[in-house]
């Protein structure tokens, strides 16, 4: 009886290790779960282009117009339209929104369309890289509404809450795709969640933080 226990602990113990390298190997993020992100994001993100650049062209139309989107004197697309960190490019920056949202959409739907389809790593990497822009633009904007234009624009808001995440779960996938190496890799992939969700409470913590007093009164 002893000699058959002992014959069989090892496989035990083998099976815990397999059990617990199990629990400690994070999920990847499937290209299908991307996917439908991609789709709803880019949506969401082309939707608030849209309502921003249709507000920029009525404003240069008819210069009384009130925009939807200016509620007071702090939630207000005024300033923003108006200032030079509008129109970095020469244009209002809505454009770039119109043209860049439709083409997260459209990979979004070419990885829910073909199940399996095994895109370049250059294809993932420039992505990325794109995205990351993205993000330096929104983060640009960010500080030139908190502390330049002292408002918040909530088209411009509904962008940057869409770019935060497309810009996040493409760096999840170029990070398991061996972007990086490490231990810290697998826990970026694992905890993406809640690594997202710092982000989002960081972004508004920078928000409430920068305009202060203004939301105070804006509210009072």
């Keep these: 009886m002893t000699d058959r226990t002992a014959a069989h602990a090892p496989d035990g113990a083998s099976q815990l290790d397999e059990t617990d390298d199990a ?64 129109s970095l490019l020469g244009f209002p920056n809505p454009y770039i929104g119109l043209g860049a949202f439709p083409v997260v959409v459209t990979i979004g739907v070419v990885l829910l369309a073909v199940p399996g389809i095994a895109l370049p790593r250059w294809f993932w990497r420039t992505f990325l890289a794109v995205a990351t822009a993205a993000m330096g633009l929104i983060g640009y904007l960010v500080y030139t509404s908190l502390e330049v234009l002292v408002a918040l624009c909530p088209y411009c808001m509904v962008v940057w809450f869409a770019t935060l995440p497309i810009f996040w779960f493409l760096l999840v996938r170029n990070v398991q795709d061996g972007l990086f190496g490490g231990t810290a890799s ?4 694992r905890q993406r969640g809640l690594l997202l969700a710092a982000m989002f409470v960081g972004l508004l913590a920078w928000i409430v933080v920068g305009l202060g007093p203004s939301i105070a009164g804006a509210f009072a």
Excluded at 25 to 44: E, H, N, S
Excluded at 65 to 85: F, G, K, R, V, W
Excluded at 186 to 189: C, D, L, P, S, T
Aim: charged residues 15%; aromatic residues 2%.
């Design 23 to 86: 629990a400690l190997t994070p999920r990847p993020l499937a290209d299908r779960t991307l996917g439908r992100l991609l789709v709803v994001l880019g949506l969401v993100g082309f939707a608030g282009s849209l309502a921003l650049a249709i507000e920029r062209y009525l404003s240069l139309v008819d210069p009384d117009h009130q925009p939807t989107c200016s509620i007071n004197a702090l939630l207000t697309c005024s300033p923003a339209m108006a200032s030079d960190a509008g």
């Design 186 to 189: 697998a826990g970026i992939v």
